[in-house]
């Protein structure tokens, strides 16, 4: 059975987390986090975004982004998980898949300060 189509809403940010395959510590080195800093910085510019939150752990990121169309989170989350997925494996001398899962989102609107602040 096919997964779902994301359904993203005008208007709102989302709070998008994604983890590191077999939940490893990859992300803990300073050159993993560089990788991760770069790429965020290119597909912001490319998919015409903003970031409002940036958290890198040790074994997972959470990022609270909006795409000026809603439709191109999809994107922006498939290039920048990509493209961060092939620079980590060339680091730690690997092939394979370096994300466990698909990215979870999860919106949040501009106007609930509350949850923009809890994000």
Same mark, same amino acid.
């Given at each position: 059975m @096919? $997964? @779902?189509?994301?359904?993203?809403r005008p208007g709102y940010a989302y709070h998008v987390t994604v983890r590191c395959n077999n939940r490893a510590f990859d992300l803990r080195r $300073?050159?993993?986090r560089a990788i991760v800093l770069?790429?965020?910085?290119?597909?912001l510019r490319r998919?015409?975004?903003?970031? +409002?939150?940036?958290?890198?752990?040790?074994n997972h990121v959470h990022y609270l982004v909006?795409?000026?169309?809603p439709a191109d989170l999809s994107r922006l989350m498939h290039w920048l998980n990509w493209n961060v997925a092939m620079r980590m494996n060339r680091l730690l001398n690997r092939t394979g898949h370096f994300w466990e899962? $698909? +990215?979870h989102?999860?919106?949040v609107s501009n106007r609930d300060q509350r949850h923009v602040l809890n994000v």
């Open positions: @096919p $997964r @779902p189509n994301r359904r993203f $300073r050159e993993a770069h790429a965020i910085r290119r597909a998919f015409d975004a903003r970031l +409002y939150g940036l958290a890198i752990m040790n909006q795409t000026s169309e899962a $698909r +990215y989102a999860v919106p």
